[in-house]
């Protein structure tokens, strides 16, 4: 999956949870809340934190229009309401027979949620059909504040100018919109900027993307356990600005929430927190509403499903553990039953992941474990955190 996709908002989702070991009123051990389609590899990009490694063709076996169709009928085996269907790619837009596939979605009762890339596919006449089709929530990625950051990773002359305009072009044709955004060493200190780039947008959610070394992103530069730390703690703050702030493989952000909204003391929050907080106020002002963080504990595996372009089914997109394939198993029955799911969803970790009181409401990024420790239960390295005990 492209970093641009990674979680979609839908107003059915359950309230977030506060406190350690909340639980949705979602049964997540029976459905989950968000399944990812990689509908196709083939993109016009070739972004430096691509995880699907998109190229300009499809890649051979993709599912077909008539396995595409029986993959969204076997979403309705969740019950209803069906999980939240977000198309993704490469390039959504780079299959010829997505419209009817949405419009088939949309028949069998699974919403669509869309996160197309950024080049000359995503016309206003392909943004008003998806609209008529009933497609409400659109994402695209942003990762820089500067036309020289954001195009360093995108890797094409005038990206950043046209996704500006892809966010104007968004808003006049009233989808929500969803700003992506990996934070690396690169952009990191232009954060704030970012975040009023999202507000002047008149985007809803700004989901910030903490790096898992998978797939280009391999070549990236990830921050350490103190600057997550900070990262989060200037996250919170940028929640109180009137749009949702959730992260990606990055859900330490949670308990900082926790404790933030607690008062909790003793909290670190080092010189990287404090640079980006000054010109936060900087560049917005003053905090004008109550914090917007979301932090519903839902992680890789639990809440969360990923099918890949050949229908291979996924923990997420950056979790690289095959579960299945939608061509031959039951979608709903590999979420349900597979051991390793089943281990996520109890929070059965090991390290100080499995000791830690924020087990549940965080848990930890399973695809960083993973790409860290071989080992999808090991605890997450990106984290400063020490439990007691």
């Known amino acids: 999956m492209r970093g641009s996709a990674r979680a979609m908002t839908f107003t059915r989702v359950a309230s977030p949870a506060s406190a350690p070991g909340a639980r949705s009123r979602i049964d997540l051990d029976r459905r989950p809340i968000l ?5 196709t590899r083939a993109c016009l990009l070739a972004c430096r934190h691509c995880r699907a490694e998109a190229q300009p063709l499809p890649v051979p076996g993709e599912l077909t229009p008539s396995e595409a169709t029986r993959f969204l009928d076997s979403l309705t085996a969740f019950g209803r309401p069906a999980p939240v269907l977000v198309i993704t790619g490469g390039d959504a837009l780079m299959r010829p027979d997505l419209p009817t596939l949405i419009a088939h979605a949309r028949e069998v009762g699974v919403p669509v949620a869309l996160a197309p890339s950024v080049t000359p ?11 008529t089709l009933g497609v409400k929530a659109v994402s ?6 500067s036309a020289a950051t954001h195009e360093g990773m995108r890797r094409v002359d005038g990206h950043f100018a046209e996704t500006l305009s892809a966010l104007c072009r968004l808003r006049a044709h009233r989808f929500v919109i969803q700003v992506n955004t990996a934070v690396t060493h690169d952009n990191v200190h232009e954060l704030p900027r970012i975040a009023r ?3 002047d947008a008149g985007a809803s959610i700004w989901e910030v993307f903490f790096l ?3 797939g280009r992103g391999t070549a990236l530069g990830a921050l350490g356990p103190a600057e997550n730390e900070d990262v989060c703690q200037f996250l919170y703050d940028a929640s109180r600005y009137g749009f ?4 990606v493989e990055g859900p330490m952000f949670r308990r900082v929430v926790a404790w933030r909204e607690t008062e909790r003391p003793g909290q670190r929050r080092g010189p990287l927190y404090e640079r980006l907080q000054a010109e936060l106020v900087d560049e917005l002002g003053p905090p004008t509403s109550p914090s917007k963080a979301q932090t519903k504990g839902t992680r890789d595996g639990r809440g969360i499903l990923f099918v890949s372009a050949t229908g291979d089914v996924y923990p997420a997109g950056f979790l690289p553990i095959a579960l299945g394939n939608v061509k031959r198993d039951d979608v709903a029955g590999i979420y349900r039953d597979h051991p390793l799911l089943q ?4 929070a059965r970790f090991h390290g100080k992941c499995g000791r830690c009181e924020y087990r549940t409401l965080c848990g930890g990024s399973r695809a960083r474990a993973f790409a860290a420790a071989g080992d999808a239960l090991a605890e997450d390295p990106a984290c400063a955190y ?4």
């Open 35 to 39: 399944v990812f389609w990689e509908s």
């Open 121 to 131: 596919l995503l016309t206003d006449e392909r943004l008003a059909a998806c609209r």
């Open 140 to 145: 695209v990625s942003l990762d820089g504040a």
């Open 197 to 199: 780039i999202v507000r």
């Open 212 to 214: 898992v070394p998978v």
């Open 244 to 247: 949702v702030v959730r992260t």
């Open 343 to 346: 281990d996520i969803r109890a």
């Open 386 to 389: 020490e439990p007691d005990g």
